[in-house]
């Protein structure tokens, strides 16, 4: 056991007037199988960047071990995948290196393959089972499954599962139930560490949450209440207060005595009421304070009559080489249609040839007069520049835009900034926000999940039951997938 302590922390990139932690403190056991959660754009990169010792920081992280990070950079490509590895752990054995990979289904032939040529599903796997090798090393892993297929999710999950002694990164809920023992989550006004893995955590947060709602309810009620008495007893001690100097009744001068002490009962009441007020307004203040707000998105589909698309037979290819196919399904107004398949089954291949691209096939596929189409691809390495210049470009309504980014949690400062320099997960909620924006009669989506937080996976799922657009996609997080997918094609 290793205690890694994080006291007081606070950090801000230079030239930010945003902290991105300010005085943050929490403790962690380096042995624990950590899941590491919170919103895109909260810190948890810049997290595992100080870990690293890549930024100076205010305030101590004390007890950090020796660690390894990954993606890890492959600076050749081009050379065999042992030697890769053998890079990336240097003290590690060939029968390690093999045995590690082995565990994660990776056949011993693929390491003496050019890296270049493995997957990017294998390409993840041999990285990971490395760095486990030949070293007792902490290990940050930043998002693994964005390139991993279903089968691909259970099999790191289970390969993590017997392992420890890592930080791991993951907006897939059912992944994190699947390998983790211990979540520390970014929250809006701190940090909390908990045991037990995704769901047990969720589950106490929802009951949290839903118990300070409660609370804070019944305050605003006693707040209006105690308001709306003080106002009273206020007033009526006015109105004795006032009998004071008045006039003589039949005859008889007023008992100003009797009047002053009627007086000064009332406005002490009136101020005891106030102090109790005033007490509500303060609890009420320490409430909800990490409730992560999701206001509901809206869609405005286009509607359709009768079939959209129709596909008898179909098969893709790159030159001989078959993509995939031969493939048989519809879709039909308000269907929501999920393929599934492992990486290389040609899933992102059948949506850009829906979309037009040329590509061989057989087979026939029929799709309705006046398509209108959304797209949301995979790649977000072509978004750099200015916010305002892609709405325009795109087409959408500016306003709209950064609405829907606002929904989604995305920081009104970064509206300025060149979405080169935005996070991952920003990049794809511009592409999520962006389709948002359009109404279409089919929305193609490539993996929009990708990156993305789950507080904002669960906002998408809602719309998309609310909404029901017809829908492609191509997803491979099952909780989602399980959720709004109405049709399967297993590719």
Not at 364 to 393: F, K, N, T
Request: proline share 4%; net charge positive; aromatic share 8%.
């Amino acid at each position: 056991m290793a205690l890694l302590s994080v006291r007081d922390l606070t950090f801000a990139y230079p030239g930010s007037g945003d902290p991105v932690f300010d005085h943050i403190s929490f403790q962690l056991d380096t042995d624990w199988k950590l899941g590491f959660l919170g919103r895109n754009g909260r810190g948890k990169a810049t997290f595992l960047r100080l870990l690293q010792g890549q930024y100076e920081y205010g305030g101590t992280i004390a007890g950090v071990p020796e660690t390894a990070y990954f993606p890890c950079e492959v600076p050749d490509p081009t050379k065999m995948t042992m030697e890769v590895l053998s890079n990336a752990c240097p003290r590690a054995e060939e029968w390690e290196l093999l045995r590690e990979t082995g565990l994660l289904g990776i056949a011993p032939e693929a390491l003496y393959r050019p890296f270049e040529t493995l997957s990017n599903g294998e390409r993840t796997k041999t990285l990971l089972a490395a760095l486990f090798c030949g070293e007792d090393r902490y290990l940050l892993i930043d998002e693994p499954t964005n390139h991993l297929d279903i089968a691909g999710r259970r099999a790191v999950a289970a390969y993590l599962r017997r392992k420890g002694g890592f930080l791991l990164v993951s907006h897939d809920r059912d992944f994190l139930d699947g390998c983790v023992d211990h979540i520390l989550a970014l929250n809006r006004t701190g940090t909390e560490v908990r045991s037990g893995n995704f769901s047990t955590w969720w589950e106490s947060k929802e009951r949290r949450d839903a118990f300070e709602q409660a609370r804070n309810d019944r305050l605003q009620k006693e707040m209006d209440r105690l308001r709306q008495a003080a106002e009273r007893t206020g007033g009526w001690s006015d109105k004795v207060e006032a009998d004071k100097t008045g006039t003589r009744n039949s005859g008889l001068r007023p008992d100003r005595g009797y009047i002053g002490h009627r007086s000064a009962k009332l406005m002490q009441r009136s101020k005891s009421i106030e102090a109790r007020r005033q007490k509500a307004v303060e609890e009420k203040a320490c409430l909800l304070k990490d409730l992560e707000r999701a206001d509901s998105l809206k869609l405005r589909p286009l509607t359709a009559r009768g079939r959209l698309l129709e596909a008898r037979d179909l098969a893709l290819f790159y030159g001989e080489k078959k993509a995939c196919g031969p493939l048989t399904f519809s879709l039909d107004p308000g269907d929501r249609l999920a393929l599934e398949g492992a990486n290389g089954s040609g899933k992102s291949t059948l949506l850009k040839f829906l979309r037009g691209a040329d590509i061989a096939h057989t087979g026939r596929v029929r799709m309705a007069s006046g398509l209108v189409l959304s797209y949301v691809p995979q790649d977000i390495s072509h978004l750099r520049g200015s916010l305002m210049d892609y709405a325009r470009e795109s087409g959408v309504d500016r306003t709209l835009l950064l609405a829907i980014l606002r929904k989604l949690d995305f920081p009104r400062e970064q509206f300025e900034k060149d979405m080169a320099d935005w996070s991952a997960g920003q990049k794809k909620k511009a592409l999520i926000a962006r389709s948002l924006c359009q109404s279409a009669h089919l929305y193609l989506w490539d993996e929009p999940l990708n990156y993305i937080d789950v507080w904002s996976r669960m906002q998408i799922e809602e719309l998309l039951l609310v909404y029901r657009p017809t829908m492609l996609l191509v997803e491979h997080d099952g909780a989602f997938r399980r959720k709004v997918a109405t049709k399967t094609v297993r590719l």
